[in-house]
T-cell receptor
Framework: ETGVTQSPTHLIKTRGQQVTLRCSSQ?????VSWYQQALGQGPQFIFQ???????GRGNFPPRFSGLQFPNYSSELNVNALELDDSALYLC????????????FGNGTRLTVT | GESVGLHLPTLSVQEGDNSIINCAYS??????FIWYKQESGKGPQFIID?????DKRQGQRVTVLLNKTVKHLSLQIAATQPGDSAVYFC????????????FGKGTTLSVSS
């Protein structure tokens, strides 16, 4: 059983640019969520995708958007990058159902300069 | 707003001791709780979960206790090992699908041999 994999592992962007982060789901997991983790903080929920549609969103602006593909892999897109977007971006997947724990990837470390 | 907090930001123990990491949650509607371990440079790793209809759940060397009366959650690690050194997060959700987790800031556990 393969785990959750994310790419790239590290990324440096300039303020105002756009970035795309990628996530491959753990085998059999049909739901994907994205979290932002600032240094020294706990992860914060960005949004969730199920059946290729967003079905839950946290307190993040519309410039944070995502996609889920038929094979359950996912992308997180961030437009008009700001310095405060510098963080670890975590992808988590699970099987939709009652009380199914999320399994996280190791994240993409994004630095905005 | 809703938040999950931890009582202590750091905990230092000797190898072989038992560790107890505490967490207070504020949303009485939360019905599912998870403990995660996060090592440096990695994503959160699932440790153990508990539903709100349970008071206690045991895993391998770990026990989670849930006190709904005072909205308190704890993680007990028996015979703590150096490999247990990490940041520990509790997370809660009121969503039955177990997503949109709310994380606290974490407790850093340091185990010295």
């Amino acid at each position: 059983e393969t785990g959750v994999t994310q790419s790239p592992t590290h990324l440096i962007k300039t303020r105002g640019q756009q970035v795309t982060l990628r996530c491959s789901s753990q085998s059999g997991h049909n739901t994907v969520s994205w979290y932002q983790q600032a240094l020294g903080q706990g992860p914060q929920f960005i949004f969730q995708y199920y059946r290729e549609e967003e079905n839950g969103r946290g307190n993040f602006p519309p410039r944070f958007s995502g996609l889920q593909f038929p094979n359950y892999s996912s992308e997180l897109n961030v437009n008009a990058l700001e310095l405060d977007d510098s963080a670890l971006y975590l992808c988590a997947t699970h099987k939709t159902g009652v009380n199914s724990p999320l399994h996280f990837g190791n994240g993409t470390r994004l630095t905005v300069t | 707003g809703e938040s999950v907090g931890l009582h202590l930001p750091t905990l230092s123990v000797q190898e072989g001791d038992n560790s107890i990491i505490n967490c207070a949650y504020s949303n009485s509607a939360s019905d599912y709780f998870i403990w995660y371990k996060q090592e440096s440079g990695k994503g959160p790793q699932f440790i153990i979960d508990i539903r709100s209809n349970m008071d206690k759940r045991q895993g391998q060397r770990v026990t989670v206790l849930l006190n709904k009366t005072v909205k308190h959650l704890s993680l007990q690690i028996a015979a703590t090992q150096p490999g247990d050194s990490a940041v520990y997060f509790c997370a809660e959700t009121s969503n039955q699908a177990g997503t949109a987790l709310i994380f606290g800031k974490g407790t850093t556990l340091s185990v010295s041999s």
